[in-house]
T-cell receptor
Framework: QQQVKQSPQSLIVQKGGISIINCAYE??????FPWYQQFPGKGPALLIA?????SEKKEGRFTISFNKSAKQFSLHIMDSQPGDSATYFC?????????????FGQGTILTVHP | GAGVSQTPSNKVTEKGKYVELRCDPI?????LYWYRQSLGQGPEFLIY????????DSGLPNDRFFAVRPEGSVSTLKIQRTERGDSAVYLC???????????FGSGTRLTVV
């Protein structure tokens, strides 16, 4: 059972544009939502994360928007750069007595053209 | 060390053989996770260690897979009687404590021929 659905599968953006990746989840017990960036041959690297007590979190050019009622969250990359070209994964985990086990989306391959 | 180290980086083995994949977590990190990433997919949870004990091994696909962490630091993922379907990148991650953002290694790419 796929608990985190991610779209689109791939995305092409021009340099300077805005990249938007969306995720939807089913498990209402999820309360930690990170985004990971992965380059070829490397492991995923934590980019930014949010907990459901806020609707938006911004770090530099990266922003997470969170809609608890819709069970959706998204990543916005402002002023996209060719160096942002990578695969992006959303993920979710249950908090409380949980231990950080993550459920990942299928990934979005982002290509930023110069 | 500075990051999570996984060895080997690549492993090619014949169907039916036994393999061991090693993970050196960041020093002092008590939580250690193994994930498996198939081509074009997100990582899938395999097992979680807190210290020396496997707190959750619910993601291990079958009894051919086993992992240990005898001294609470280095962990080894062991796969018996490998099958072609085991081919994937096996990722290890560690964190200072559960529910804290964790750091992944670069993975071991396992190819079963």
């Amino acid at each position: 059972q796929q608990q985190v659905k991610q779209s689109p599968q791939s995305l092409i953006v021009q340099k300077g544009g805005i990249s938007i990746i969306n995720c939807a989840y089913e498990n209402t017990a999820f309360d930690y939502f990170p985004w990971y960036q992965q380059f070829p041959g490397k492991g995923p690297a934590l980019l930014i994360a949010i907990r459901p007590d806020v609707s938006e979190k911004k770090e530099g050019r990266f922003t997470i928007s969170f809609n608890k009622s819709a069970k959706q969250f998204s990543l916005h990359i402002m002023d996209s750069q060719p160096g942002d070209s990578a695969t992006y994964f959303c993920a979710a985990s249950e908090g409380g007595t949980s231990y950080g086990k993550l459920t990942f989306g299928q990934g979005t391959i982002l290509t930023v053209h110069p | 060390g500075a990051g999570v180290s996984q060895t080997p980086s690549n492993k090619v083995t014949e169907k039916g053989k036994y393999v061991e994949l090693r993970c050196d977590p960041i020093s002092g990190h008590t939580a250690l996770y193994w994930y498996r990433q198939s081509l074009g997919q997100g990582p899938e949870f395999l097992i979680y260690f807190q210290g020396t004990g496997a707190a959750d091994d619910s993601g291990l696909p079958n009894d051919r897979f086993f992992a240990v962490r005898p001294e609470g630091s280095v962990s080894t993922l062991k796969i018996q009687r490998t099958e072609r379907g085991d081919s994937a990148v096996y990722l290890c991650a560690s964190s200072p404590s559960p529910n804290y953002g964790y750091t992944f290694g670069s993975g071991t790419r396992l190819t079963v021929v």
